[in-house]
């Protein structure tokens, strides 16, 4: 039996990009640092010389380090880095020195790294783990790992990160996916070599399965287990 299915974890039926900054201390007493300013702006060199200052007076006091959002906050307010037109946001200028100032700071703006590098396992509910495997085995082209009494693990391909734990349940009720406005019918998505070859191939093997749909260049289609799992397939 050939593989359906290439060898890697499964998809996300929705998936987001973009990288995010948390900031893990912020300035609580801002108000107060204005005030022994005389409620003035400082310009750079006093900036720079204030915060040294104080982090001196800290490690001899071993007093918590100050974080630099007073400093960015000011640092905002000086007429170098405000945009000619006097319009709302930051010039190119005063966002590389802010981006400097940000190198110099220690533990002040870390950028937000994933603590996870993809899906280990998923989990189908099945009447019969034994009986279930062989149907993923001929049909689906999986690789049986180990079986016991309550659970057979499989894995797509040779080279997936990703294995298939087949968990035999009492009684068993198939996987239901909350109604929604979204339209997702089932917890995940397997990846296909050829969407409309496995289509086809599990038309002909006598799987139910739904008809293809899309949008734009996007495919995918749900097929269900002998169990009434329902099982997504996106390309």
Partial sequence: M???FRAGPVSLFGQSKGKSVQVIRSRANFGQEKRESGGKSLNMDQLRTQEAGIQENQSKS???????????AEMSRLPEFKRKNN??????????????????????????????????????????????????????????????????VMRIGEQAQTVVCLVRT??????????NQFGVGKYYNFIPEDIEETHKLLLEKGVNVNPIGGEGTTKFFTFFDPDGNPLGVCQ
């Fill in 87 to 152: 319009t709302k946001g930051r010039s190119n200028k005063m966002a590389k020195e802010i981006g400097k100032y940000h190198s110099n700071l220690k533990g002040e703006i870390l950028m937000s790294k994933p603590l996870l590098k993809g899906v280990e396992g998923i989990f189908i509910p099945v009447k019969n783990p034994e009986l279930s495997a062989g149907w993923y085995e001929e049909v689906l082209g999986f690789q049986l790992i180990y079986m016991e009494k309550e659970a057979a």
């Fill in 170 to 179: 009492s009684p068993h009720q198939p996987m239901e996916f909350p109604e």
């Fill in 2 to 4: 050939g593989k359906l």
């Fill in 62 to 72: 071993n007093a918590p380090a100050k974080t630099g959002a007073f400093f960015l």
